[in-house]
């Protein structure tokens, strides 16, 4: 199984970058109280970090709506995961626990200001790949039971049979959540080579190392570029 981005998004988005982090064997049915208070302390500290900040123009943040706005995507109507989370905590609301595996994405995707995914690879059929959506996407939102269609032209995540984020970072599938249940998981970690390059490869390696930590669990870490546009999951 491969990760792949298309040459077509480097076309739109040329320093576009992904940091790769895949975990195997992992166990995500037990409560884990240390990820629990990291996660918590995490919260914390961003709200903190974000008091008086205007969170559209963060420098952080800044890149993400400016690349949706190149693709056709409002970022004011269809704000990135990051920039949906941090508004969350910045008005003093803590996120809900899902599960162990997601806590610690959030919480490394809090600390670095960076939107990270998470796919159940045992959901997905053949490579995941981030595209521009064709007419026959189609897509089951999030609690959904009735898949809808898809424009063509969306910038997203996708596997063989079906779109797994609509509006490229906006929104995750039903199909593909992590669940108590998954064994193995593929973080995808969006950012820029000229902006903010070396805070994806540095979440990749910190998330790599709290999931060894906490799950002692098989990991993979890569890195997906122009230059370098797929990695073997």
Not at 15 to 21: K, L, P, Q, R
Not at 32 to 41: D, F
Not at 86 to 93: F, I, Y
Not at 156 to 173: A, G, L, P
């Amino acid at each position: 199984m491969k990760f792949v981005v298309y040459e077509e998004v480097f076309r739109a988005l040329p320093d576009y970058c992904v940091g790769v982090v895949v975990a195997e064997e992992i166990d995500n049915t037990k409560s884990n109280e240390t990820i629990k208070v990291l996660y918590e302390n995490q919260m914390q500290k961003t709200m903190e970090i974000l008091q008086n900040v205007n969170l559209k123009e963060s420098p952080a943040l800044l890149p993400y709506r400016q690349a949706m706005q190149a693709v056709g995507i409002n970022p004011n109507k269809y704000p990135s995961s990051i920039e949906a989370m941090l508004k969350r905590v910045q008005k003093g609301h803590l996120l809900p626990s899902i599960n162990p595996a997601v806590d610690l994405s959030n919480l490394v995707s809090m600390k670095y200001l960076l939107p990270m995914g998470s796919h159940d690879m045992d959901a997905l059929t053949g490579n995941i790949a981030v595209r521009f959506s064709r007419e026959s996407d189609v897509f089951l939102p999030l609690g959904e039971s009735e898949e809808e269609s898809v424009e063509a032209g969306d910038l997203v995540y996708c596997d063989e049979m079906r779109i797994r984020t609509r509006r490229w970072i906006w929104r995750q599938s039903d199909v593909g959540k992590i669940t108590e249940d998954t064994r193995r998981i593929f973080f995808p970690i969006d950012g820029f080579a000229n902006s903010n390059k070396e805070a994806v490869l540095a979440a990749a390696e910190e998330l790599e190392a709290l999931l060894k930590t906490h799950f002692h669990c098989e990991t993979k870490r890569g890195f997906v570029d122009r230059e370098h546009p797929e990695s073997i999951l």
